[in-house]
């Protein structure tokens, strides 16, 4: 029994209608009261007022909990008001002060949840979220299988052949643990062409809805294959970020509720690990604002809208980099805030995501952060957002089934152990030293990729030296090899290649960061050029040896900047100056 001339009182019982069913049955107080002249008029107008079965009487919190007890997944309040010491004290007390101050506690509810609130259903999110992750997980199994046999192939630059026959023939059966993945079975052409063509194919399944479950497990274990087998050229954040997305959304389509959450948690490390990695690192660049002034022409693939950015006037960059702590570091809290402060995390990560997509070339990366979004969302939001016959249409197709209590315990069990690893990492990032047990557990999982820690663009870079190679038929003359989407020719405009990523071209920006000598796949890459190896140089947009190989190759390292308005204006994109030789010159028989 509630006030009916209360608002917040109200708009709380009708929830609580909803959540309850016909379990409990609900009557404004006015109506009522004649029927309990034992209950004075003063209780009716302090709290709600309960009444068992059997005639006695709860009021207040105890009262709310006492209600909640009958909707599924809520009895556990209820026992913490009998059990937990403390915790009935403080929700009376707490009760007390909202009651005093009804008009203001709703007007809170209604900005915080909006009119007419029930409990959120997320079917429609989950189902949307699952068809669009189809088309996440094809984009990243197609961009890496037109590459594949170019990258780890039996004439690419790391064969994985050459992995499992070095590892295979050092260790036993813990190899199955320590790198799990398909290619101990077969490490062919044709099982590496296998392994990506059919997560293509399993991903086109389940955008089409078949047979979800079999095809996100299928899919895991094939990407988790790829990492693995892939080495240096699988080696990124957003690798491992899809592969715990696709796992946690396996989880979700056992037990939905359990998986939104897991992914809302993974949204949120993702999001405010990138903005702390900025802090502790100490880089004076994220500290002074001046990050987004190097930011646009030093990063890994611009496109051409980065040009115009980069020149934006330098107080405009120091406040866009002031947003970005607003958006990492902030924003993230409100994703376990009630739903319109969810929804306002959301847009503020979306607008975050849409400037990163729009001014750089990061594959699926951006558009996989910007699904998780979707989460934040409830079907009662979706649905007003979506046009109605859509909405009503995949609605009908979303519905999901209550899952057996022996599933939402084992999903539970299984997320709270996830949730505990990446405790762990966020502990190791910030520095700290968890207890050796909790670093035990999180080891046992590693292999498996299901956790992992984040954190992009921690030191800015503030030059942008690219490496250029050349190759040469009598070492006197010397041609440039051009790849596709880097920098390389000055009147080239940088390129879009969202949501493709091409894992040679980035791996040659990492390349300008370090000593040649500690890169393995450098001077095998370089071997491959001499050798003219098609899968090799079909990376490549041009080879200036179409008919045979050159006899001599070397890398020069320049130095590139965006040109300037003037310099824009004649055709030139970029601005260069050589700094010196990266990788001296070589024939195929010194490599080899």
């Not at 609900?26 to 003063?42: D, F, G, K, M």
């Not at 026959?165 to 813990?174: S, W």
């Not at 199955?176 to 063509?197: E, G, K």
């Amino acid at each position: 029994m509630y006030d009916a001339d209360c608002g917040f009182c109200v708009y709380w019982a009708r929830y609580w209608q909803k959540l309850t069913g016909d379990a409990v049955d609900y009557r404004p107080y006015q109506e009522v009261a004649p029927q309990y002249p034992e209950i004075p008029l003063t209780d009716f107008q302090r709290g709600v007022q309960y009444i068992r079965p059997d005639g006695s009487r709860a009021s207040a919190a105890e009262a709310s909990f006492l209600t909640l007890s009958h909707a599924g997944g809520k009895g556990f309040w209820l026992r913490l008001y009998k059990k937990l010491p403390g915790f009935a004290a403080v929700s009376e007390l707490t009760y007390a002060l909202i009651a005093a101050h009804r008009s203001a506690a709703y007007r809170v509810t209604l900005f915080l949840w909006g009119r007419d609130y029930g409990p959120p259903r997320y079917d429609l999110a989950a189902f949307s979220f699952m068809r669009l992750f189809g088309l996440i997980y094809l984009s990243a199994f197609a961009s890496f299988g037109v590459q594949a046999l170019g990258l780890i192939g039996s004439h690419g630059i790391l064969p994985v052949a050459e992995l499992v026959n070095v590892i295979g023939g050092r260790a036993g059966v813990e190899r199955f643990y320590v790198m799990p993945m398909l290619f101990w079975i077969s490490s062919s052409d044709l099982a590496i062409q296998a392994v990506c063509w059919g997560g293509v194919g399993f991903s086109l399944l389940l955008v089409l809805n078949v047979l979800p479950r079999l095809c996100l497990f299928l899919l895991y274990v094939l990407y988790l294959s790829l990492l693995y087998g892939g080495q240096t050229f699988m080696s990124y954040q957003w690798d491992t970020f899809l592969l715990e997305a696709g796992f946690l959304g396996l989880l979700m389509s056992f037990a939905q509720v359990p998986g939104v959450w897991l992914l809302r948690w993974l949204l949120f490390r993702f999001m405010f690990m990138s903005g702390m990695v900025k802090l502790l690192s100490a880089d004076p660049n994220w500290w002074n604002l001046s990050a987004l002034s190097y930011h646009f022409f030093t990063q890994p693939l611009p496109t051409p809208p980065a040009w115009y950015v980069a020149h934006l006037p330098p107080i405009a960059l120091r406040f866009a980099t002031g947003g970005v702590f607003v958006v990492e570091l902030l924003l993230p809290f409100l994703i376990f805030c009630p739903r319109r402060l969810r929804f306002f995390a959301a847009f503020g990560i979306l607008l975050l995501q849409t400037c990163i997509l729009i001014t750089g070339n990061y594959n699926w990366f951006n558009l996989q952060t910007m699904l998780l979004c979707l989460l934040l969302f409830d079907d009662a939001a979706l649905q007003k957002i979506l046009p109605h016959g859509l909405a009503r249409m995949l609605s009908a197709r979303a519905r999901q089934r209550t899952p057996s209590k022996s599933v939402s315990v084992a999903v539970g069990a299984w997320g709270l152990l996830l949730v505990f690893c990446s405790l762990v990492e966020m502990d190791l990032r910030f520095g700290g030293s968890p207890p050796a047990v909790a670093g035990q557990i999180d080891r046992l999982i590693e292999p498996l990729r299901m956790v992992s820690s984040y954190g992009l663009f921690a030191v800015m870079t503030t030059q942008r030296e690219e490496i250029v190679i050349e190759g040469s038929s009598d070492g006197v003359e010397w041609r440039e090899y051009a790849f596709r989407y880097k920098p390389g020719d000055v009147s080239r405009g940088p390129r879009w290649n969202i949501p493709h990523q091409p894992r040679l071209d980035w791996q040659m920006w990492f390349a300008a960061l370090d000593d040649p000598r500690r890169l393995g796949w450098f001077s095998r890459f370089l071997e491959r050029l001499l050798k003219n190896e098609p899968a090799v140089t079909a990376l490549l947009e041009r080879n200036p040896f179409p008919d045979e190989p050159p006899q001599f190759v070397r890398a020069q390292f320049y130095d590139y900047t965006f040109t300037s308005g003037d310099e824009k204006s004649k055709g030139l994109w970029w601005q260069r100056r050589s700094v010196g030789l990266y990788f001296p010159a070589v024939r195929l028989k010194v490599l080899q």
